[in-house]
Each structure stands twice: as structure tokens, then as C-alpha cells.
């Protein structure tokens, strides 16, 4: 038995390349998996499960046809894709789950999260993840023409990237105190996310226990998965092909 992780694709039409690579790791690799976690960020953006896109409505399919083989897909929503909502997530044939969720994973209880909730020497961001989440906020953006939420989402994005690159990358990081307080509270002494885009496995401890911390890769310049079995999880990369014409 293997279960799959990946995080942080993404996707959008100015990458194809990323996208080609996703399908091509969904029709070869995850039909022979027992289980496929998809931990945010799988979209760049996302304003609304009524963006139907070419590129929206082909991911749900791919998704879909994994799903009628037998291979369950769970999703946790990331900072760019936490608006996915229960008619996307019908549409894809998978589960949604809630942003910190422990799972079974062979025997071992795992806790799993997109990751930008550690992130809290940020406080900048927190701040504004904050106001996003807000249902009052959210049920106001979702009444707005689809056209302005576009310009909504761009001016975010473009506020977003310009934000970061002030930013140093220890700050953007995930705090250990705030890792170490998590795992704790969730009884837990192995944790899977992505968001950093730094992939690594980080041991840790925890009450005097050995503990374990799983970092999952971007989709920029390979495809990133984590592989788990009974005998242990390795993160491995899968290179981009040519665009087909």
C-alpha cells in the first residue's frame, strides 16, 4: 500500500508544463495508490467554484476518474486555493478536510496541514489570512460579479508577491515553538505540510520524544511527492516533459 502527498502545484494556464506534469503523475502513478492528499495550494488562485474555467474543469476531471478507480482524494485548503468549495470538490469526487486534520498513517498517528498556520512570526500575513477567512467577508466576496472577483484575486495576488519579496525567509518560515505547541496539543509526534517550499524531513522532539516533521515541495521547476509506505515516507521529484504540440 502507498499514500501520496503533494502540495503547492500551483497550477494555472501560464504553466502548462506544470500542469502536463500533474496529469501525466495522476494517470501513471496515483491510480497504483491507496490514498492521495493534495495539501494546498494546488491552484495559484481561486475565486469561486463557479470559475470554470478549461484548466479548473480538466483538473476536476483528472480527479474524478482517479476517484471512480478506487483511489480516494482528500484536499486541505492552502493560502491560494482556500476558497475550493463543496461544488468543486463534488465535481473532482474528493473529500474536503479541515485545515489541521490527523490521520492513520500505517499505525502512526500524522497530523497534516497546508503549514502557513506555523508561519507566525508573519504577522503581517496572519493579519490578513485572518480578515480572508472571515465568513461575513468571504459570503460579501462571493456576491460580487465573477469579473470583479478577477480583479479582486489579481490585485491580491500581485499585492501578495510584492509583500513577500520585503520579506526574509526565516520570517516566512514556520516557527519550531509554534510546530512543537501544535504537535503537542494534537498528541502527535509526526507532522506532513507544505506552504514553505523548502522540502525536507526534519526530526524534531517533542516531551523528550523523537518526533518528525515532513516538508512537501513545490511544483515550480519538478513535480514534488511525498511516498509513504508501511516501511517509512520519502520525498522524491519528478522532472518535466516536453509540451506535447
Same mark, same amino acid.
Given at each position: 500500500?502507498?499514500?501520496?502527498?503533494i502540495?503547492?502545484?500551483?497550477?494555472?494556464?501560464?504553466h502548462? #508544463?506544470?500542469?502536463?506534469c500533474?496529469?501525466?503523475?495522476?494517470?501513471?502513478?496515483?491510480t #497504483?495508490?491507496?490514498?492521495?492528499?493534495?495539501?494546498?495550494?494546488?491552484?495559484?488562485?481561486?475565486?469561486? &467554484?463557479?470559475?470554470?474555467?478549461p484548466?479548473?474543469?480538466?483538473?476536476?476531471?483528472?480527479?474524478?476518474?482517479?476517484?471512480?478507480?478506487?483511489?480516494?482524494?482528500?484536499?486541505i485548503?492552502?493560502n491560494?486555493?482556500f476558497?475550493?468549495?463543496?461544488?468543486?470538490?463534488?465535481?473532482?469526487?474528493?473529500?474536503?478536510?479541515?485545515?489541521?486534520?490527523?490521520?492513520?498513517?500505517?499505525?502512526?498517528?500524522t497530523?497534516?496541514?497546508?503549514? !502557513?498556520?506555523?508561519?507566525?512570526?508573519?504577522?503581517?500575513?496572519?493579519?490578513?489570512?485572518?480578515?480572508?477567512?472571515?465568513?461575513?467577508?468571504q459570503?460579501?466576496?462571493?456576491?460580487?460579479?465573477?469579473?470583479?472577483?478577477?480583479?479582486?484575486? #489579481?490585485?491580491?495576488?500581485?499585492?501578495?508577491?510584492?509583500? @513577500?519579496?520585503?520579506?526574509s525567509? !526565516?520570517?516566512?518560515?514556520? &516557527?519550531?515553538?509554534?510546530?512543537?505547541?501544535?504537535?503537542?496539543?494534537?498528541n502527535?509526534?509526526?507532522?506532513?505540510?507544505?506552504?514553505?517550499?523548502?522540502?525536507?524531513?526534519? #526530526?524534531?522532539?517533542?516531551? @523528550?520524544?523523537?518526533?518528525h516533521r515532513?516538508?512537501?515541495?513545490?511544483?515550480?521547476?519538478?513535480?514534488?511527492?511525498?511516498?509513504?509506505?508501511?516501511?517509512?515516507?520519502?520525498?522524491?521529484?519528478?522532472?518535466? !516533459?516536453?509540451?506535447?504540440?
Amino acid at each position: 500500500m502507498t499514500v501520496l502527498f503533494i502540495s503547492d502545484l500551483h497550477l494555472s494556464p501560464s504553466h502548462p #508544463e506544470i500542469t502536463h506534469c500533474f496529469f501525466r503523475f495522476l494517470k501513471e502513478e496515483a491510480t #497504483e495508490a491507496s490514498a492521495l492528499y493534495v495539501l494546498g495550494d494546488l491552484f495559484e488562485s481561486w475565486i469561486g &467554484d463557479d470559475d470554470e474555467t478549461p484548466l479548473h474543469v480538466s483538473v476536476a476531471a483528472a480527479f474524478k476518474s482517479l476517484h471512480d478507480r478506487g483511489v480516494p482524494v482528500y484536499f486541505i485548503h492552502g493560502n491560494r486555493d482556500f476558497l475550493v468549495g463543496k461544488r468543486f470538490a463534488k465535481q473532482a469526487g474528493m473529500t474536503l478536510l479541515p485545515e489541521h486534520c490527523v490521520i492513520d498513517l500505517f499505525g502512526k498517528p500524522t497530523l497534516i496541514m497546508h503549514g !502557513d498556520t506555523l508561519c507566525i512570526q508573519d504577522e503581517a500575513y496572519q493579519r490578513y489570512r485572518k480578515k480572508v477567512h472571515n465568513k461575513l467577508i468571504q459570503w460579501l466576496f462571493f456576491r460580487l460579479p465573477l469579473r470583479i472577483r478577477k480583479k479582486v484575486g #489579481e490585485k491580491l495576488r500581485q499585492s501578495s508577491s510584492d509583500s @513577500n519579496q520585503l520579506k526574509s525567509y !526565516d520570517i516566512m518560515d514556520v &516557527d519550531p515553538s509554534e510546530v512543537i505547541r501544535v504537535m503537542d496539543s494534537e498528541n502527535v509526534t509526526q507532522l506532513i505540510h507544505g506552504h514553505t517550499h523548502r522540502p525536507a524531513k526534519h #526530526e524534531i522532539s517533542i516531551s @523528550n520524544q523523537s518526533a518528525h516533521r515532513i516538508v512537501l515541495g513545490d511544483w515550480y521547476t519538478q513535480g514534488s511527492i511525498l511516498r509513504c509506505t508501511a516501511n517509512g515516507c520519502e520525498l522524491e521529484t519528478r522532472a518535466f !516533459d516536453a509540451i506535447p504540440p
